[in-house]
Each structure stands twice: as structure tokens, then as C-alpha cells.
């Protein structure tokens, strides 16, 4: 069974998705489903951390969904990466058993970087370069990931006309964070949420065959749902795309990586 690798429940402060629903959605698809809640625990620094902290108690968390989880249904987590959250990350994921964990970069130099006070006073090529630096390091100091989240989250929220990750303009960054992915055994996440649009796909089409190149062979696909209609968004053009490069998909169960098929 392939499954939606990434999906927030009301665990993660930025969602009201009700478990049962996002299961009834993935269920309607034929996919499986794994809930990667938030936990920021580096949050409190922002000073966003007052309308929402983006953390989560992990023993609640187990006994809420436990029931429900099985086949169909896998329990996840989504740590932000930062330097000052390596250690709390570390015991956050020991404190039940996880069937995954995705590291993502939400936050550099305590800045949210969905909010526009990053990119200010910063052209292009510095908040990207800074972005994909961080990144880089961050998956080096926090080898117990099992995936790397969106490398396109940027691209999400930035506000330069073009928002790509160009692996023309960034190879040498993009390289480097592949480079540490493979080094550390992490897979490489592909975010559905962007790829309604065929420029985009292209745009990442490169970075994933680059990875392929440099040795990958694994991919989780992921929708990163806030909402149940969101489950398992352009599927059908990630896995093509995860087909065409010569990737093969594949999800986490007790930390342990699964064919998805
Ligand atoms: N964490 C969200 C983006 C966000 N940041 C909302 C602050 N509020 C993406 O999953
Ligand atoms: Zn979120
Ligand atoms: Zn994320
Ligand atoms: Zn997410």
C-alpha cells in the first residue's frame, strides 16, 4: 500500500483535522496514512509561540490514537530541527514508539520562516543559501531522523517572484544537503503540496534525480494535510515523478523503513 507519510491531526497546534476524518479521506483513496504531529520544541523563541506553540504531549497522543493505529493507520511525529532542539528531540521520540519521524526546517535564527520577518532586508540568494545551509547542518547534527521533510517548504512562504530552489543557482547547497541525507541514512521526503503546478514539479524533479544520482534510492510521499480534503493532494504526480527518476516509495513502521507497494 503506498501511504500519505506526512498529515497533521488537532496534535499540532496549526490543525483541527479530526483523526477519524483523515482516515475516512486516506480510506476513500486506497492509501494508507501516517500522523506526523508537530513539535517545535524551540517554538517558545518565536515570538509567534503565544498563538500557537507547536508542541504536543506524546503520551496523550498514544493513548488518544492507539486504537486506531494498524495497516491503515501509522503514528508519526514531525520535529523542527534547530541547534538548541537537538537533545529535547532526541528524548521527544523515545517517549513512545513512533512509527516515524520526519526533521524539518521550520524556524532559522528563531525566526518562523513562514512569517515575512526572515526574508526581510535579505535578497533571494542569502535567504536561500542561508536556508539550505541550515538544513544541511541540522540533518548532519540529528542523524536519528528517519526522514527529511518538504526541502521546497521555503518556497511555500517566501515572497521573491521566483520561488523555486533552482538546482542551477543552488547545486552546491543542494548537493550538500543531499550529500548529508545519504551520509546520516535519512530519506528524502517529496511534498505533494506544491505539485498542482508543472513548473514546480519540474523545478523538483532535478533535485530528486540529483538524489538518485548521488546514490538515494528511497522516497516518503507526503501531502503534509491540515485538512482532510488535503489527504493524499497530486499523489497521482509524485508517484509518477518517484517512478520516472527510478525512486522507490516507501514509509516507516517502529522506525523501520517498509516498501510502500
Ligand atoms: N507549520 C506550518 C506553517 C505555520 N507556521 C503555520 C506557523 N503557522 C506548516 O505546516
Ligand atoms: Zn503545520
Ligand atoms: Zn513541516
Ligand atoms: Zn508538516
New binding site residues.
Given amino acids: 500500500m503506498i501511504y500519505d507519510c506526512h498529515s497533521?491531526t488537532e496534535f499540532s497546534s496549526?490543525s483541527e483535522m479530526k483523526a477519524e476524518d483523515a482516515i475516512e479521506a486516506a480510506r476513500k483513496l486506497g492509501i494508507g496514512l501516517i500522523f506526523t504531529e508537530?513539535y517545535d520544541f524551540d517554538y517558545k523563541e518565536s515570538k509567534?509561540y503565544k498563538e500557537?506553540d507547536f508542541l504536543f504531549d506524546a503520551k496523550k497522543y498514544w493513548e488518544s490514537y492507539e486504537a486506531l493505529r494498524g495497516e491503515a493507520l501509522l503514528l508519526g511525529v514531525e520535529v523542527g530541527l534547530t541547534p538548541g532542539s537537538i537533545e529535547a528531540n532526541r528524548k521527544f521520540i523515545n517517549e513512545v514508539p513512533f512509527d516515524q519521524v520526519i526533521g524539518s526546517i521550520?524556524a532559522i535564527d528563531k525566526l518562523?520562516i513562514?512569517y515575512p520577518e526572515y526574508y526581510e532586508g535579505k535578497k533571494k540568494e542569502q535567504a536561500y543559501g542561508h536556508y539550505l545551509e541550515t538544513m544541511a547542518d541540522m540533518v548532519k547534527a540529528n542523524p536519528y531522523i528517519d526522514v527529511l521533510g518538504h526541502i521546497d517548504y521555503i518556497s511555500r512562504y517566501s515572497p521573491y517572484d521566483d520561488k523555486e530552489i533552482g538546482y542551477k543557482e543552488y547545486h552546491d547547497l543542494v548537493d550538500l544537503v543531499l550529500m548529508n541525507v545519504l551520509d546520516t541514512g535519512t530519506v528524502m521526503e517529496m511534498n505533494t503540496r506544491r505539485l498542482d503546478s508543472k513548473a514546480v514539479a519540474e523545478s523538483l524533479l532535478m533535485i530528486y534525480a540529483r538524489y538518485k544520482e548521488l546514490g538515494g534510492q528511497y522516497v516518503t510521499i507526503g501531502s503534509?494535510a491540515?485538512k482532510a480534503e488535503n489527504v493524499g493532494m497530486n499523489f497521482k504526480m509524485a508517484q509518477d515523478m518517484v517512478e520516472f527518476i527510478g525512486l522507490k516509495p516507501v514509509h516507516f513502521r517502529e522506525r523501520k523503513i517498509e516498501y510502500s507497494k
Fill in positions: 497533521h496549526d508537530h509567534h500557537m521550520h518562523d513562514y503534509d491540515h
